[in-house]
T-cell receptor, first 115, second 110 residues
Framework: GAGVSQSPRYKVAKRGQDVALRCDPI?????LFWYQQALGQGPEFLTY????????KSGLPSDRFFAERPEGSVSTLKIQRTQQEDSAVYLC?????????????FGPGTRLTVT | EDQVTQSPEALRLQEGESSSLNCSYT??????LFWYRQDPGKGPEFLFT???AGEEKEKERLKATLTKKESFLHITAPKPEDSATYLC???????????FGQGTRLTINP
């Protein structure tokens, strides 16, 4: 079946521009996560949705970062006034979270480069 | 503070040379421990979930084990296609987010 998809795969932004990153989760997965991965590091949690509700946004690094999932399916991560330190790979993951199933399945990521 | 540490950071083996990767964790309450494989330019690929000490899971040349403080990913007779970064992550009681280690970059030379 289809996995998690993300678009665009690569994004180059000039410092100060706004960007929007899209995630299409696995069909039927109620939970959706965003992670940020710096080069050579493990992913770091940004935010979590259950259906359309954003239940945890403790990992968002500043108020320039905003995420939404209005209909409980597709999600968008928006970064306003991008800075060079925002350069990273942004990963989306989805999970069924039913019973004892907690596995998160990841998309290919969007590599953001801020120049 | 919840912490996950993987060692070594990088490991280079000859084809057929078995070894183990380590993941040690310090968490307030463990709900599950996950192993992922990540190839360059791709997202992490799920391998295993372990839920309790003593549990073991196997898949092809990989076997994951769990104790109360650490997990091991054993790789037996590896092949060059096993070259990747292996990530360990924990799911903590009362939270849904995964806390990842920094990964072990594994290279298998033919």
């Amino acid at each position: 079946g289809a996995g998690v998809s993300q678009s665009p795969r690569y994004k180059v932004a000039k410092r100060g521009q706004d960007v929007a990153l899209r995630c299409d989760p696995i069909s039927g997965h109620v939970s959706l996560f965003w992670y940020q991965q710096a080069l050579g590091q493990g992913p770091e949690f940004l935010t979590y949705f259950q259906n359309e509700a954003q239940l945890d946004k403790s990992g968002l690094p500043s108020d320039r970062f905003f995420a939404e999932r209005p209909e409980g399916s597709v999600s968008t991560l928006k970064i306003q006034r991008t800075q060079q330190e925002d350069s990273a790979v942004y990963l989306c993951a989805s999970s069924l979270l039913r019973g004892l199933t907690y596995e998160q399945y990841f998309g290919p990521g969007t590599r953001l480069t801020v120049t | 503070e919840d912490q996950v540490t993987q060692s070594p950071e990088a490991l280079r083996l000859q084809e057929g040379e078995s070894s183990s990767l380590n993941c040690s964790y310090t968490v307030s309450g463990l709900r599950g421990l996950f192993w992922y494989r990540q190839d360059p330019g791709k997202g992490p690929e799920f391998l295993f979930t372990l839920y309790s000490a003593g549990e073991e899971k196997e898949k092809e040349r990989l076997k994951a084990t769990l104790t109360k403080k650490e997990s091991f990913l054993h790789i037996t007779a590896p092949k060059p296609e096993d070259s990747a970064t292996y990530l360990c992550a924990v799911l903590i009681q009362g939270a849904q987010k995964l806390v990842f280690g920094q990964g072990t970059r594994l290279t298998i030379n033919p």
